[in-house]
């Protein structure tokens, strides 16, 4: 299983980012997937996941309102959409999936992990 995230950047508070993660190597459509970031000297945590067909999704507490999980199946692909960002946002990060059709906020329970994309907020 491969997984290519891309789309981060600079961007000044109160700005948006995208960012998507393609999966190949599997069926893609089978599978939860989660985004996590991790920041210097911080440990790597979930930011937000999502069920194999899109139907649940979760938020950490200090991106609920702001972000949006969301996949394309048709296009094996899971998007992060970043809004309002925040200087405290900084951090790389990195899409995963495990072997579950559902949503899980451990971070063991995620077998294959994306190369990492870096987000930088300046304030």
């Known amino acids: 299983v491969q997984l290519q995230a891309s789309g981060g950047g600079l961007v000044q508070a109160g700005g948006s980012l995208r960012l998507s993660c393609a999966a190949s190597?599997?069926?893609?459509?089978?599978?939860?997937m989660g985004w996590f970031r991790q920041a210097p000297g911080k440990e790597r945590d979930i930011v937000a996941g999502?069920?194999?067909?899109?139907?649940?999704?979760y938020y950490a507490d200090s991106v609920t309102g702001r972000f949006t999980i969301s996949r394309d199946n048709a296009k094996d692909t899971v998007y992060l959409q970043m809004n309002s960002l925040k200087p405290e946002d900084t951090a790389v990060y990195y899409c995963?999936?495990?072997?579950?059709?559902?949503?899980?906020?451990?971070?063991?329970?995620?077998?294959?992990w994306g190369q990492g994309t870096q987000v930088t907020v300046s304030s």
């Open positions: 995963a999936t495990g072997q579950s059709r559902y949503i899980s906020t451990r971070r063991h329970e995620y077998d294959y």
């Open positions: 190597g599997r069926s893609f459509s089978n599978y939860g």
């Open positions: 999502i069920t194999w067909n899109g139907g649940s999704t």
